[in-house]
């Protein structure tokens, strides 16, 4: 596809229940970002990847979140024991890499994450 | 006090007018900056990218970087009512997460 694609779209879950969201970066991107958007805020950084590894987890809130990139491409955003907190959209960034850190990111549309 | 600090909005302008955005950041590690446009209910796309301190133009958008004074610009030239959306400044270092104000609202009023 021409841009990152994450599915679904929305999703609905009662609280303290399990959530998986999905990113398809740009295809030869190396770099994928995952942040967070809460109403009326800027994206707050989650994690981002190198390829298959997380290089920078410091942006997930706590232990119930986790990610993974297991093939180097699409990325799985893991959520355990939803809480109503955890209700925002999160975005998901891809972006090549090189030693002059000077490529930019895309994001795709969101995923927007309701917790009843 | 947050990294990065965008004026708050809403900001509301007749069609035609000249819009002004702007960010200052504390970080003096931030190498890259962007601005991004936001429609509701869509991811950001990345409208402006700055690397250096001066002005960059594209069309009717001017981007404009201060790294002494740690302060960024966009500014919108005759602008229109499809300019209508969140605009959100952010920035980074090398191969690293963006770092983004709170974003401002605008609306271009025909």
């Known amino acids: 596809g021409a841009g990152v694609s994450q599915t679904p779209s929305n999703k609905v879950t009662e609280k303290g229940k399990y959530v998986e969201l999905r990113c398809d970066p740009i295809?030869?991107?190396?770099?994928l970002y995952w942040y967070r958007q809460s109403l009326g805020q800027g994206p707050e950084f989650l994690i981002y990847f190198q390829g298959t590894g997380a290089a920078d987890d410091s942006g997930l809130p706590n232990d119930r979140f986790f990610a993974v990139r297991p093939e180097g491409s699409v990325s799985t955003l893991k959520i355990q024991r939803t809480e109503r907190g955890d209700s925002a959209v999160y975005l998901c960034a891809s972006s090549l890499t090189g030693l002059a850190g000077a490529y930019e990111q895309y994001f795709g549309p969101g995923t927007r994450l309701t917790v009843t | 006090q947050k990294e990065v600090e965008q004026d708050p909005g809403p900001l509301s302008v007749p069609e035609g007018a000249i819009v002004s955005l702007n960010c200052t950041y504390s970080n003096s590690a931030f190498q890259y900056f962007m601005w991004y446009r936001q429609y509701s209910r869509k991811g950001p796309e990345l409208l402006m990218y700055?690397?250096?301190?001066g002005n960059k133009e594209d069309g009717r958008f001017t981007a404009q970087v201060d790294k002494s004074s740690k302060y960024i610009s966009l500014f919108i030239r005759d602008s229109q009512p499809s300019d209508s959306a969140t605009y959100l400044c952010?920035?980074?270092?090398?191969?690293?997460?963006?770092?983004f104000g709170k974003g401002i609202t605008l609306s271009v009023r025909p």
């Open positions: 295809s030869g991107h190396t770099a």
């Open positions: 952010a920035m980074r270092k090398a191969n690293s997460k963006l770092t």
């Open positions: 700055t690397y250096s301190s």
